[in-house]
């Protein structure tokens, strides 16, 4: 069983993928125009070029609510079991936080909270 | 266990002084807190204690090895000095390198899978960082995405493969992996050969082993040289252990299957590192192709497992890494351009200095008596305790053409300058930087017991 099911699986992988690749060179007819390699924008005409830079502040709001969004996954199973887990589990939260926060001052101090 | 907190709060410490204003003292907290980390480690020695419910195990192996990073940090601070003097990013970079430490102190203590997982990314996140410190420099930038783009790729492989071994096995935990194989080693299910391919697929990667080595030299190229000091030795010496103490805890019982695929790849490994290092004339990159070839010596002992590679591993990579913190002084002081017509007429001025570079340079081509050697010694040795004939033969003929390129380094410090041009010169934490490697090359390849006889 194992061995030929991983075989079957792999082989089915290649062909799949590699089969609708080269499916799509063979059946498709390729005229390209202007009109159509410009970006799609919702029938929109596209104003300027789509190669935008963003502000990198952006980013860094991103990261940063990321980590603070990741810290409230990790709290919400402490959460439920809290009164299990009594008070060295509470402490450990609770250092887990203080890290996170030091984390934080560093990043205020840096001026990632800033908006250029 | 507290030389890793100790790291990891100093780690925190540095981003701290970005807001408490101890900037300007973090070096001397750094230094400090290296020193005393090494301290605590050689206090637990001989101890062998279990922490965080059999996540981390500190027996002598994980101690030796993290008093060689600790160690190795400390002398590499000496090379660096100039990249830590920019106010703004110093407290960065200390952090950056105080976390890439722990990596490296969980990579040789770790004794669970999802331990090992952590140690792999807090080594790598920090390092794929620290490539891209330069931020003046597109190469840099270019070295840091060469970097993250491969590493990224090859921990999804170590992933798959953990993945597979849990499935099989039912636990993370390194012992358990061992006892179940032991128990079902005559019907292995052909999860476990899969998963075991997949680990050394992504360590290869790593370790930037041939045919997996092709992000290796651009990386190393492009990165500030410091970085690439410390990436070929103290994050080339933490895969390594890593790997060998992944292989020899869980996989030891069925080496007779993996072995063979780790001696092709090292045999390519040091072949294709050497031959190609014959073609450089850029010293960063020779010297970046000359540690892909170390590679390939080092897989050799893992690929041998038996009682002598732990100590062949341990004492090849301090005198290849105390060898190479040497050399990359030197490359450090070349500037941008690091070809090696540059060196001519180094001699002429440093006559002391160049004789110590020499030193270093035949240390890493293995010429007795020097450290280099009794590291190629240990490794060849314990390959042919496992009956690894052909794959030493192939790595003695290797280690004849690593001479060859090792030399046109010392032909180049030795020759005449061309007209007008400008001689690399050597501050003062250069000097002792090298005097340092030197005395402890020697000092190694005279007294090899000292690291060998320790593990």
Redesign the interface.
């Known amino acids: 069983m ?2 030929s099911a ?1 075989l079957v699986l792999i082989i089915s992988a290649v062909v799949f993928s590699a089969g609708g690749i080269l499916a799509g060179k063979l059946l498709v007819k390729s005229k390209p125009s202007k009109v159509k390699s410009e970006a799609y924008e919702c029938g929109v005409q596209t104003i300027g070029k789509s190669w935008v830079q963003f502000n990198v502040g952006y980013y860094l709001f991103a990261l940063i609510f990321l980590i603070f969004d990741v810290e409230l996954v990790f709290l919400y199973p402490w959460a439920v079991a809290a009164k299990q887990l009594g008070w060295v589990a509470l402490i450990e939260v609770i250092i887990f936080l203080f ?1 996170l926060f ?2 934080f ?2 990043a ?3 001026g990632a909270l800033r908006w250029m | 266990m507290n030389t890793l907190i100790t790291v990891s709060l100093l780690g ?1 410490a540095a ?2 002084s ?2 408490f204003r101890f900037k300007k003292f973090i070096q001397t907290v750094f230094i400090a807190a290296v020193t005393g980390a090494t301290g605590l480690a050689v206090l637990d020695w001989g101890t062998s204690y279990s922490y965080f419910r059999f996540m981390v195990l500190f027996d002598d192996y994980a101690l030796a090895f993290s008093i060689l990073f600790l160690v190795l940090t400390l002398i590499w601070l000496l090379l660096s000095q100039e990249y830590f003097c920019n106010e703004n990013t110093r407290a960065d970079y200390f952090a950056l390198i105080s976390f890439s430490l722990a990596g490296a102190i969980i990579l040789s203590s770790f004794s669970d899978l999802s331990m090992f997982f952590i140690g792999i990314e807090i080594l790598s996140v920090s390092a794929y960082v620290l490539a891209g410190s330069n931020r003046s420099d597109i190469r840099s930038a270019e070295a840091a995405l060469k970097y993250f783009l491969p590493g990224a790729f090859s921990t999804g492989f170590l992933l798959f493969g953990m993945a597979l071994i849990y499935g099989a096995t039912g636990s993370f935990n390194l012992s358990n992996i061992s006892l179940w194989i032991i128990a079902n080693h005559s019907n292995l ?3 476990v050969n ?1 998963g075991v391919v997949f680990l050394i697929t992504g360590l290869l990667f790593k370790i930037a082993a041939m045919p997996f080595h092709n992000w290796a030299p651009d990386v190393y190229d492009g990165s500030p040289t410091p970085v690439t000091a410390y990436m070929s030795t103290i994050i080339k010496a933490a895969s390594f252990a890593a790997f060998y103490r992944l292989f020899v805890s869980c996989f030891s019982i069925m080496a007779d299957w993996w072995t063979p695929l780790l001696v092709i790849a090292a045999a390519i490994t040091m072949i294709g590192g050497n031959i190609t290092a014959v073609y450089q004339n850029n010293l960063k990159r020779m010297l970046a192709y000359s540690s892909i070839a170390h590679s390939g010596y080092l897989l050799l002992a893992v690929a041998a497992i038996n009682q002598l590679s732990k100590p062949a591993m341990l004492f090849y990579l301090a005198a290849y890494s105390v060898a190479s913190l040497g050399m990359f002084t030197l490359v450090n002081r070349m500037g941008n351009e690091q070809q090696l017509d540059k060196l001519k007429g180094f001699a002429h001025d440093n006559p002391f200095y160049a004789a110590l570079i020499t030193l270093l340079t035949l240390s890493m081509a293995g010429i007795p008596p020097l450290a280099g050697f009794f590291g190629k010694y240990y490794v060849f040795l314990s390959s042919i305790r496992s009956d690894l004939i052909w794959p030493v033969i192939v790595a003695v003929i290797a280690s004849l053409i690593g001479v060859y390129y090792y030399f046109r380094i010392v032909y180049n410090m030795y020759s005449k300058p061309a007209a007008s041009a400008h001689v690399v010169s050597l501050s003062g934490f250069d000097k002792s930087a090298i005097l340092i490697t030197a005395l402890l090359t020697l000092l190694l390849g005279i007294a090899p017991a000292l690291i060998a006889d320790i593990i």
């Open positions: 194992g061995e991983i890290i030091l984390g001052l560093y205020h101090k840096k | 925190i981003m701290l970005e807001v299910p052909v999860m899969a």
